[in-house]
């Protein structure tokens, strides 16, 4: 149901994919070009010299890309969160709306809004909602700390270091995503909740009519 508006992301998170990689096999060729020709002459830097910040910027493009889009993931999840809970309310002709609900965030309100205003129980989807809370997180080290979590608790870390394509600095206390894996899990994971959501209110709401 939700695929759809997820699948520009995914587009472009297969072509960020593909420039990083080609970006770095241009650079290995240029660093092994440079050693082949000047390696037997000492007074000639070596590649790394000649290419530092080249391989500095090129280690770091994967995170700055991957933290973007996870930012941009997570507000299409919210937009699209919200906007369920608004044709609910104008499908019910209720007069109090998600901005109405005291909540942790967006999503907070979404989901206070679904159990308490329009009485649809999303208990089936406790496992998911406390995944979500844990991407919540990540996101808002992300955008208002540049990932650094201060003082992380267990779950959080257990969380990260099953998960495929984001890892923890644990010196830094930083999140660093180093695969577009964690991102395309996230919006198989938002869109499977946000598809069961829908389903959840739709079935509830035929059986009480």
Known sequence: MYDFKFDPI?????????MILQ???ELNE?????????SNNPEMPDAFDIYEMEIMNSSEFPNILNQSIYLTIYSTFENEFF???EWCQKAES???GPKDINGQGYIGQCRKYITNVLDVSLDSLNAEWTEIKKYQLIRNSIAHNNGIIKSPKNDILTFIE???GISFDTEKSQVKMESIDFLKTLIDKLTNFL??????????????T
């Open 83 to 85: 906007k369920l809970c």
């Open 162 to 164: 099953n998960s495929n």
């Open 30 to 38: 240029k660093y092994h070009a440079w050693n082949k020709e000047h």
């Open 10 to 18: 995914k587009a472009y998170l297969e072509s960020t994919q593909g």
């Open 195 to 208: 598809s069961e959501t829908a389903e959840r209110i739709i079935k509830e709401k035929n059986a009480s």
């Open 94 to 96: 209720l007069k109090i």
């Open 23 to 25: 970006q770095e096999k």
